[in-house]
């Protein structure tokens, strides 16, 4: 167990529809990122989070965007789906050191009918 | 453009033999590379590697860096069925990105 929860576990919607899945760091962490993980694709790097502010961004969509409040949760918002957008999300976290490793939540299953 | 190659992409060995995972880079701004090992859900991990040719070893498993020729390995001895899992590596670069390799599937029969 990482100590970085993710909520929902799964997650099934319909095309269109928009959806918001949650990270909680580890106590102490306050870098959060966000990765998309789908069967044909390796760890694909959404965004990172650092103490409230947005540091880094990766291959995310525009339909995708993500925060992270004042107690250091994240949320990542996916709006107007699509059926390749089905894939298991990872968020992981860190101090915030420049050498830090990343540790990872149990993920979000989205399915996307 | 940064990149992580892995190779190979899959692998099946029996209980007991030694496997070799590769992992190469491309990046314009080097900070560490990472290995994690990814069973059914998240990725966990394994070793942080920051400095060239100095070995981090954990049980059966060890891993070095190559800065100058911009790779690195990961040996697994002895190997087990428990060992069987997606091994990542992943390098830190620019400014706190992290990219991932695809991963090396490793299957270990009994």
């Known amino acids: 167990d990482s100590g970085v929860t993710q909520t929902p576990k799964h997650l099934i919607t319909a095309t269109g529809q928009r959806v918001t899945l949650r990270c909680s760091p580890r106590s102490g962490d306050l870098s959060v990122y966000w990765y998309q993980q789908s069967l044909d694709q390796g760890l694909q790097f959404l965004i990172q989070?650092?103490?409230?502010?947005?540091?880094a961004k990766g291959n995310i969509l525009e339909r995708f965007s993500a925060q992270q409040f004042p107690d250091l949760h994240s949320e990542l918002n996916l709006s107007s789906l699509e059926l390749g957008d089905s894939a298991l999300y990872f968020c992981?976290?860190?101090?915030?050191?420049?050498?830090?490793?990343?540790?990872f939540g149990p993920g979000t299953r989205l399915t996307v009918l | 453009e940064d990149k992580v190659v892995q190779s190979p992409l899959s692998l099946v060995v029996h209980e007991g033999d030694t496997v070799t995972l590769n992992c190469s880079y491309e990046v314009t701004n080097f900070r560490s590379l990472l290995w994690y090992k990814q069973e059914k859900k998240a990725p966990t991990f394994l070793f942080m590697l920051?400095?060239?040719?100095i070995e981090k070893k954990s049980g059966r498993l060890s891993s070095i860096l190559d800065k100058k020729e911009l790779f690195s390995i990961l040996n697994i001895t002895a190997t087990q069925t428990g060992d069987s899992a997606v091994y990542l590596c992943?390098?830190?670069?620019?400014?706190?990105?992290?990219?991932f390799g695809t991963g090396t599937r490793l299957k270990v029969l009994a």
């Open positions: 920051t400095s060239s040719g």
């Open positions: 992943a390098q830190i670069s620019g400014t706190y990105k992290y990219i």
């Open positions: 989070y650092y103490n409230g502010e947005e540091r």
């Open positions: 992981a976290t860190t101090s915030g050191g420049q050498y830090d490793t990343q540790y």
